[in-house]
C-alpha cells in the first residue's frame, strides 16, 4: 500500500519561509515524477512544482518561480522517496493546503489527472 505523508506546514508572514517535505513507502517501485499542488479556499486545486526522473529538470507554476524550490530523494533500493519544497519569499496568495502527489507517468506536467497517489496536505498560512 502506497503513502504519501506531507509535514512542515504551518503559519508565517509575508516573506518568510517554510520547508515542506513528503515522504512515501510502501512502493517497490520508483515513482516516475513526484510533486507538490495545493488548493486555496474556493478555489480549484493548482499544481506548484514538479520533478521526474531522467532530466531531473524542475517544472513551476509561473506564480511560484524565483520563490519555491523543489527536490528529491531516492533511497538506493527504492523503497522510498523523498520530496520537499522549500518556500521563500511566501506570500498571502500561498495560502492553501499543500498536497506531495506521486505519478507513474513521466507526461505529467503538472496536471493533477496524471498522479496516482496522494498524501493527506498540510496547510501553509502566510498573514500581511
Known amino acids: 500500500q502506497v503513502q504519501l505523508m506531507e509535514s512542515g506546514g504551518g503559519s508565517v508572514q509575508t516573506g518568510g519561509s517554510l520547508k515542506l517535505s513528503c515522504v512515501s513507502s510502501g512502493y517497490e517501485f520508483r515513482f516516475q515524477c513526484m510533486g507538490w499542488f495545493r488548493q486555496a479556499p474556493g478555489k480549484e486545486r493548482e499544481g506548484v512544482a514538479e520533478?521526474?526522473?531522467?532530466?531531473?529538470?524542475?517544472?513551476?507554476?509561473?506564480s511560484v518561480k524565483g520563490r519555491f524550490t523543489i527536490s528529491r530523494d531516492i533511497t538506493r533500493d527504492a523503497s522510498e522517496n523523498k520530496l520537499y519544497l522549500e518556500m521563500n519569499s511566501l506570500k498571502p496568495e500561498d495560502t492553501a493546503m499543500y498536497y506531495c502527489a506521486a505519478s507513474h507517468s513521466l507526461l505529467t506536467r503538472l496536471d493533477e489527472t496524471r498522479f496516482n497517489y496522494w498524501g493527506q496536505g498540510t496547510q501553509v498560512t502566510v498573514s500581511s
Open positions: 520533478v521526474c526522473r531522467g532530466n531531473n529538470l524542475p517544472v513551476y507554476a509561473d
